[in-house]
């Protein structure tokens, strides 16, 4: 992808979970949109892509397991573009973290 495209797409996502949080449920952020995220990053080659990758599918699962709502449920998309994040990490010094996010 496009540089910094997957840092952007995570703004929008940060923005979109304050403006819910703030009271606009038309910015409820769901599995779809936070997965999306994960598989910029995942697409993105860029260093710590598998660690922001982690770090979106932790806090949506915190997200979920707070709330229990379906709506931010992680499903196999979400676990694939995660993997997808470690699995295609180009930056040689990013490996083994990526290697060891892929089997926590």
């Known amino acids: 992808g496009e540089k910094g ?3 952007r797409a995570e703004h929008i996502l940060s923005v979109m979970e304050r403006r819910y949080r703030d009271g606009d449920n038309d ?3 769901n599995t779809r949109t936070f ?3 994960i598989d910029a990053w995942a697409k993105s080659g860029e260093p710590g892509a598998a660690q922001r990758a ?15 709502d379906l709506d931010i449920r992680p499903n196999v998309h979400t676990s694939n573009a995660v993997m997808n994040a470690c699995a295609f990490t180009r930056i040689e010094q990013d490996r083994p973290e990526a290697l060891a996010i892929a089997f926590r």
């Not at 770090?55 to 229990?68: G, R, V």
């Open 5 to 7: 495209a997957a840092a």
């Open 35 to 37: 997965t999306s995220v």
């Open 54 to 68: 982690e770090h979106i599918l932790n806090t949506m699962q915190s997200l979920y397991e707070s709330s229990n």
């Open 27 to 29: 910015f409820k952020p």
